[in-house]
């Protein structure tokens, strides 16, 4: 697998850039092979380099003179009328499975949707792969935090790995994710009573379910990020209590990252109300995680280094220590998992619940599995969890039919062949994970919800390719909260399908893309106790 990823970096020989024609045999061998991890490496390296075709030509809609290809998105262009969610699966409809966009004021990006292509972008990514970050939330950490500037949703190169390195060595670590399967399991029980309790006269959720959702998933995730339980599923929450704020400030925060990253807003060159929202609510994000990072670190500080060695350290707490007491460092891992743990996996849930709730056959075959794993009665721990294999491939599926990240970032840094093309380094290019995930001919039966696509048995329903479903990313990259997500989630489905039944009685809802995906009509789910 390393000869053959290494083969396939291509350094651009001197003085060319454009090749004298298209490999043919390379490129359409390169361009779908379906079932190998293994790379076009066969070819000599600057054979392929040398023949390949040059970024120029790689297909993709033409800029005009000045208007680039931002004219498209406006009444009369042709993507005027493709939603957000949709204009990758149409660009790579139109244009093939690597396609170039550029002239959009920002740098030319390259969507690819194959996947040697992305297999190829990952494993030449190299110890400290560059990924774009929320350009605002990066504006916001450099001009007014700089003591967080390493933070991992913005940093890049040598000062995003030291802190990366530090994160793994608590949050990556199972028997550190393995401590919190009862706090988690407290929250979700919490949860399931609060679902009970604000069912209407059908038994139905109120429409602002997914809101509910948000609450469990940050009641969970604070309660790593900050030590602490908040009280977020309360009734009547007080709106100046941290639980109040929070639930307001990551509102406030996603609309406004929303707004800033994705439209028109002149907020780079003049400060802008958007703009000054997310500041203010970054400004109290910041303040009120430094004030609760600073009671654990109190804490800490009444204890021997004996004490200290024979305690089981909360996430937290292992930062503090493993970081030399350094508050900034658990500030900025406390900020991380707020901000890229809770709609992530709130809405990652959202799915995941009306994709069971609506494939009844799919949720019996998961109590079946919970009726025989885990009784009524029997606490629930890593090992329960270990043994439900099951809803582990519902939730693998969920990811998959609707991952509420639709592609992973990276900038190229050196020069690659994808397909056939010269790729130069500093390319930003999108692995389009949503359009492989449909793609029938990766996928077989792809519109379809089938967890057993995942489970020994069922390989003629696997994805031709393992790069085609990579919902956490992939390399030194990936998900850090990746554990914690899946934790959430398993505990969640574990309780509420042992007790309950889910059903659906509408038209599906309708999906829509902010920063991440999700629904925009209501998630109007029946919930029944079970006989
Ligand atoms: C279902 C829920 C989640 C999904 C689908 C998800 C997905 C992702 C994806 C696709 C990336 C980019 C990976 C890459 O570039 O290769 C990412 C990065 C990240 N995620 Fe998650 N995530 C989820 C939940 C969480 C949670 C709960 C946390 C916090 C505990 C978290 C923390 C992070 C952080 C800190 C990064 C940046 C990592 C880095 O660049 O070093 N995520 N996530």
Known sequence: MRSAARLSVRVRPSGSGSGSGPPRGVHLQAARCRSSLSLAGEVPEDAAAAQARPFSEVPGPKPLPVLGNLWRFFPGGDLANVPPYEVPDTLVRTYGPIVKLEGMMTATKLFVADPNAAQQIFRTEGQWPIREGISSIDYYYRNYRKNLEFSLGTANG????????????????????????????AVAVEFIQRMKSIRDANQQMPDDFTNEIKKWASESITYVALDARLGMLENDIDPDSDAGRIVELVKDVFDAMAELEFGLSPWRYI???????LKNAMDTFTELATRRVNEVVDRLAKLSEEEIASRQLSVLERLLVNSSHDPD??????LDMMLAGIDTTA???????YFLASN??????????????????????AP?????????????????????????????NQDIVLNGYLIPKGTHTIVCTKVMCRDESLVPRASEYLP????????????????????????????????????EMEVLCANLFRSYNLEWHHPPPAVEQKLFVQYSTPLKITMKERQ
């Open 158 to 185: 040598e000062l995003w790995q030291k802190f990366r390195s530090t994160v793994n060595q608590v949050a990556m670590q199972p028997r550190n994710v393995k401590v919190y399967v009862e706090p988690i399991n």
């Open 452 to 487: 057993e696509r995942w489970l020994p048995g069922h390989e003629h329903l696997k994805p031709t390719h393992a790069f085609v479903n990579i919902p956490f990313g992939f390399g030194p990259r990936m998900c850090a909260g990746k554990r914690f997500a899946d934790l």
């Open 271 to 277: 400060s802008t109300p958007t703009w000054r929202k």
């Open 384 to 412: 329960v969890l270990e043994r439900l294999k099951y809803l582990r491939a519902c939730i693998k599926e969920a990811m998959r039919l609707q991952a509420v990240v639709t592609g992973i970032l990276r900038t190229v």
């Open 347 to 353: 809405n990652q849930t959202s799915s995941l619940l």
């Open 329 to 334: 460092k658990a500030v900025a891992f406390a």
């Open 360 to 381: 009844p056959d799919k949720q019996r075959a998961l109590q079946e599995e919970l009726d025989r794993e885990y009784q009524e009665g029997q606490p629930l721990t």
